[in-house]
Every structure is written in C-alpha cells, then in structure tokens.
C-alpha cells in the first residue's frame, strides 16, 4: 500500500540532544499523527495535528502540519534515555464512513540514545 | 482515557490451529477498529477495517476467509487467524477510532511452530 516518505530512517544521539525526524508525501492528508513504539508493544500516540500550519506542543515534543499538508515534522528536545524507540508518523483522511479513517504509516525513525 | 486492550500478548501454536486475537476498547465506543500486520524492523501494514455490525472491509492481498474478523460489539473486535502456518507468524496489532485519532492495543505475537 502506499507509505509515506520518512526520514531519517535512524537517529544515534546523545542524551540531551534535540532531535528532528520528517515525513513528507505525494497527496494531502487532512490529519497528521505522531507515534511512538516501544519493542513488543503496541504505537502510543504522540500529537496529532488537525490544521495545515498546526503547531502543537507536548511537553518536550513539537509537531507541525505542513502547510501544503503534504508534510509534517516532529522535533524532540533535550533527549533523554527513555525516548529511545520507533517514531512513526501516519497520515489520514477524514471523510464519510470509517473505511475512509484509516491510516497510512511511514517507516518510522528508529531513535537511539546515549546516555 | 482512549484505553485499547489486546488479548493475548503472545500466543505459540501449532500448525493448523485457529487462533483468535480480541481487541477491546475499554473506555469508549469504537465504531471502526482495525487490524494490522507488523513484521520485524517494518512500518505497520493495515489488514483490515471492520465497522461495527457490518462486514469488514479487507485490504487488497489479504485473505478474508483466512482471516477473519467479527465486530459484534461496539467495544470488542476479534481477528481469527484460520488453519494457521508458520508463515502467519507476526506481530499483530489492533487500534480503535472513537471518530479520529487510533489507539492501538499492544498487539499480539504470534508464533505458529
């Protein structure tokens, strides 16, 4: 199925260092969405983004929605052990009908960080 | 609040077996819940999207007779994994949408020797 283009594929960092990962794609979507994977679980969702130009903040995390809303970016401050994991970011487009809710995943950014 | 809870976390069976996965969102209606795929070091593969009270609709490539998926309810979906084989083997994760955005369950992980 169709993916989005995310990048970097891998990060090694050092504890304390920002972090900045994009996704970028071919068509618009009208809701963006950050998440994160640990190994063996489930993806936790980060922010979500719901207006092109959005920039919304959770703690030391901060996203934005593109304003072509073809792309969105995550950006992590001040990197600490525990934010080692897999960070996906997901495109979706609102419509009738739930069919029309699913999601469509990039890659993912493997985040590694040294403490 | 948004809680999704999978059953079972891990599962190791034998080839030819059925296996059933649950998926419940316990503190809100879900209307749509869907099911994915995960292979190892890969992004998340939708298998399927099912609507409460109607048939699921299937992602192209996937088997639905292989795959089945029953939405009775509005809080518990359940995927059965038919006359299983090693190849089945993967990661299996479930998210529910109460509208917009998904919360997923911490998946299953299948085995089948």
């Known amino acids: 199925g169709q993916q989005l283009n995310q990048s970097p594929q891998s990060m090694f960092i050092q504890e304390g260092e920002d972090v900045s990962m994009n996704c970028t794609s071919s068509?618009?979507?009208?809701?963006w969405l950050w998440y994160k994977q640990d190994p063996g679980e489930g993806p936790v969702l980060l922010i979500a983004?719901?207006?092109?130009?959005e920039l919304t903040s959770n703690g030391r995390l901060t996203a934005q929605f593109g304003i072509t809303r073809k792309d969105s970016f995550l950006n992590i401050s001040a990197s600490i052990p525990s934010d080692v994991g897999i960070y996906f970011c997901?495109?979706?487009?609102?419509?009738?009908?739930?069919?029309?809710?699913?999601?469509?995943f990039g890659k993912g950014t493997l985040l590694t960080v040294n403490p | 609040g948004a809680v999704v809870s999978q059953h079972p976390s891990r599962v190791i069976c034998k080839s030819g077996t059925s296996v059933k996965i649950e998926c419940r969102s316990l503190?809100?209606?879900?209307?749509?819940m869907f099911w994915y795929r995960q292979f190892p070091k890969q992004s998340l593969m939708l298998m399927a999207t099912?609507?409460?009270?109607?048939?699921?609709?299937?992602e192209q490539g996937v088997e639905k007779d292989k795959f089945l998926i029953n939405h009775a309810s509005l809080t518990l979906s359940t995927l059965t994994v038919t006359s299983a084989h090693p190849e089945d083997s993967s990661f299996y994760i479930c998210?529910?949408?109460?509208?917009?955005?998904?919360?997923f369950g911490d998946g299953t992980r299948l085995s089948i020797l």
């Open positions: 998210s529910a949408s109460e509208n917009q955005p998904q919360h």
């Open positions: 068509s618009i979507f009208n809701t």
């Open positions: 983004l719901y207006k092109a130009g």
């Open positions: 997901a495109g979706q487009l609102r419509g009738s009908g739930g069919s029309n809710y699913k999601l469509t």
């Open positions: 503190d809100f209606q879900a209307t749509t």
């Open positions: 099912s609507n409460e009270g109607s048939k699921a609709t299937y």
